[in-house]
């Protein structure tokens, strides 16, 4: 028998070429791990081979019409398409408010709504409220009582706040109202109810609420 045989069949030689070639596989990717490095491609009805959708919508003020995916959402045609990047992706799930735009005067979470559903309809976003030299009531109160900190979810929260206002002077009640069958009472209780899908994480909340306050006690 060969001085290197083994009793189990193996020779020492055997085993130290097994063990080299164990640990140069080892340091070879796997197929699936070099499948996912490859940078991704973004999911389009062109790639996915479906038609395009034509929609027709105003956007602050300005009319459009445009052929898109119709898996697109309202926040990605808003931000990826139409470059108004005022509205931000936050949670992405409708949780925490930073998507708010106005549709039709009525507030809404764009990352949750599709865009081919607002054919014809009036998208306002915060570019759209006011302008550097010409701010919205509502900007400037935030300006005023410093109703931000980091700013990212100051847009949606603006947004909300406008049609929060026009939700209560409506009539629309809340969780909260307390006599549904007389007008809604503007209150702080009242504001933070329905101000609550709006997640500030620098919990600039009570400056927000004086914000929202000057501007309602300004229009009565």
């Known amino acids: 028998m060969d001085a290197e045989q083994q009793k189990d069949g193996y020779t020492r030689r055997t085993v130290l070429i097994t063990s080299a070639a164990g640990v140069a596989a080892a340091t070879l990717p796997h197929a699936g791990q070099a499948q996912a490095q490859q940078p991704a491609v973004p999911?389009?009805?062109?790639?996915?081979g479906l038609p395009l959708a034509d929609?027709?919508?105003?956007?602050?003020?300005?009319?459009?019409?445009?052929?898109?995916?119709p898996r697109v959402t309202l926040l990605d045609l808003l931000r990826e398409q139409l470059h108004l990047t005022g509205s931000k992706k936050g949670c992405d799930h409708g949780q925490c408010g930073a998507c708010?735009?106005?549709v039709n005067g009525r507030r809404i979470n764009s990352c949750l709504t599709l865009a081919v559903l607002h054919e014809g309809d009036e998208v306002t976003t915060i570019e759209g409220l006011?302008?550097?030299?010409?701010?919205?009531?509502m900007q400037t109160a935030f300006v005023k009582?410093?109703?931000y900190q980091c700013g990212y979810c100051t847009p949606g929260q603006i947004c909300s706040a406008v049609g929060m206002l026009g939700e209560m002077r409506g009539?629309?009640?809340s969780h909260v109202t307390r006599n549904l069958a007389?007008?809604?009472?503007?209150?702080?209780e009242e504001m933070r109810e329905r101000m609550s899908g709006n997640i500030c994480r620098c919990a600039g909340y009570p400056n927000i609420i004086a914000a929202i306050r000057e501007v309602e006690g300004a229009a009565t």
């Open 145 to 147: 009582h410093d109703g």
């Open 171 to 173: 009539g629309m009640p």
């Open 55 to 69: 929609v027709a919508l105003r956007i602050n003020g300005q009319p459009h019409t445009l052929s898109i995916d």
């Open 100 to 102: 708010t735009v106005l």
């Open 130 to 137: 006011g302008e550097p030299k010409k701010l919205h009531p």
């Open 43 to 48: 999911a389009t009805a062109a790639t996915a």
């Open 182 to 188: 007389a007008p809604v009472v503007f209150s702080d």
